[in-house]
């Protein structure tokens, strides 16, 4: 029997990247490649960049050179937001043999062809040529692209020029893949886009992200959806009563907040303000009081002072937040915030940084000590910790420790009871 062409995928940044890497895998897979977790095994070898700060972009760039040593005979493609935004710079780096942008990734599969000679001319479709099924082949939670691009400008984001306006894909494709993808297995899925609060908008007939997950919701066979992050002004009365009335909905919101300083949200060009964001978080709190919510937040934006981080930081201290992503402000080349003339220091941003990390933690651990001796729904996740106990995920996104039988709860949704909450860790048991 012939030996199997192996690929691997390896992805840096965010789950859209996750998403169009799945879609990736798939189209390896119908080639009749398989996966493997080992790039040093692989005839092929495709990096999934991220460039959203300067540190990814050398994170990215250190990927390449790696996995090039460790594989010095495959084909090593790189593709991913970086490639789209500067390939120049990643086709000059030693050992890449192809870059492909975004739209670049359509034509993986003839890329492949061309390039490994042990791959079939005609592969066989997955679902279709242009239209395959995200292949997740380590994973029991689907990421499910449904929107794609970005209609604001924020003065610091590079995304809206890599990635393009809002394109919504329509509901019926995405009701279709909900439907194939939990067939398949998969017991959460979970809707991901650059701005997904903008979904249905640019559709004929337009319709709203609430009336997806409302249509998504019926479909018996799924057993939890996930949003990934809602902009605070989608956090729409709609939206907010769709969550609440649905139990395959988890009960979970990443609502990027940037900063708690009105002032440095202007400078930003985000369009809200603190007012309107504590009111989405009370709105949320009160109809759904299990809600887990997040914030991504940017320390150390240009001109940001010491009086405007206290601001932040009281306004998330004081807020319904129950988790934070600390993120150091790095410029980004052609956005209005690279060429300001006002930078906070580089020890100036570790310090804040290090505040606000330490305020998230403090958030987290409330949270999650507020569910001591209570009962949730945890879906358990295709991985043991070092100590035999099976990861698991709660619809509010509370990761836990479970103590069972990996055959009793991994990719299956049980009840457990918190019994440990500790600053480092969560322990449950099946109840
Ligand atoms: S909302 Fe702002 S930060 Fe988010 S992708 Fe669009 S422009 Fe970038």
Do not use: W
Not at 17 to 30: G, I, K, R
């Amino acid at each position: 029997m012939n030996r199997p062409t192996l690929y691997h995928v390896a992805t840096l940044g965010c789950k859209l990247n996750q998403f169009d890497s799945a879609v990736m895998e798939a189209d390896l897979a119908a080639l009749g490649m398989s996966p493997t977790a080992d790039p040093a095994a692989a005839r092929v070898v495709v990096i999934n960049t991220c460039t959203v700060t300067s540190a990814a972009d050398a994170q990215s760039r250190q990927l390449i050179r790696k996995l090039r040593r460790a594989n010095p005979h495959c084909t090593l493609l790189v593709t991913g937001c970086y490639a789209q935004r500067d390939p120049k710079a990643l086709e000059a780096i030693a050992g890449v043999d192809a870059v492909l942008g975004l739209s670049g990734q359509k034509g993986l599969k003839q890329l492949v062809v061309k390039l490994v000679p042990e791959t079939p001319e005609q592969p066989a479709c997955l679902e279709s040529a242009d239209d395959p099924l995200p292949l997740f082949s380590d994973q029991t939670r689907a990421f499910l692209k449904i929107q794609e691009g970005c209609d604001l400008r924020c003065s610091y984001c590079v995304i809206p020029s890599v990635r393009g306006a809002s394109r919504s894909v329509d509901p019926e494709t995405v009701l279709r893949k909900v439907a194939l993808l939990a067939e398949s297995g998969f017991q959460e899925i979970v809707f991901t886009g650059v701005n997904t609060g903008d979904y249905g908008k640019d559709l004929t007939p337009a319709t709203t992200l609430a009336a997806l997950l409302r249509s998504a919701s019926e479909i018996t066979s799924v057993g939890r959806l996930r949003l990934n992050s809602v902009e605070p002004r989608c956090v729409t009365e709609e939206l907010v009563e769709t969550l609440q009335s649905s139990p395959r909905l988890a009960p979970h919101l990443q609502i990027p907040l940037q900063s708690g300083s009105d002032e440095v949200l202007g400078r930003m060009r985000r369009p809200y303000r603190t007012g309107l964001y504590r009111q989405a978080l009370e709105t949320l709190r009160g109809k759904i009081p299990e809600v887990g919510l997040g914030a991504d937040v940017i320390v150390g934006f240009p001109g940001e002072t010491q009086e405007e981080f206290r601001q932040s930081y009281e306004f998330i201290a004081s807020s319904q937040l129950n988790y934070l992503h600390v993120f150091s402000f790095t410029p980004r080349p052609g956005t209005p915030a690279a060429d300001a003339a006002d930078p906070v220091r580089g020890d100036v941003i570790r310090k804040r940084s290090a505040e606000l990390r330490a305020l998230g933690g403090h958030l987290s651990h409330r949270f999650r000590t507020s569910f001591l001796g209570r009962d949730l729904e945890v879906l358990g996740l295709r991985e043991c910790l070092p100590d035999g106990r099976v990861r698991a995920l709660s619809g509010n996104f509370i990761e836990m420790a479970l103590q069972a039988r990996p055959q009793d709860c991994m990719n299956r949704l049980v009840r457990a009871r918190i019994t440990e909450v500790t600053p480092a860790r969560v322990s449950a048991v099946p109840c």
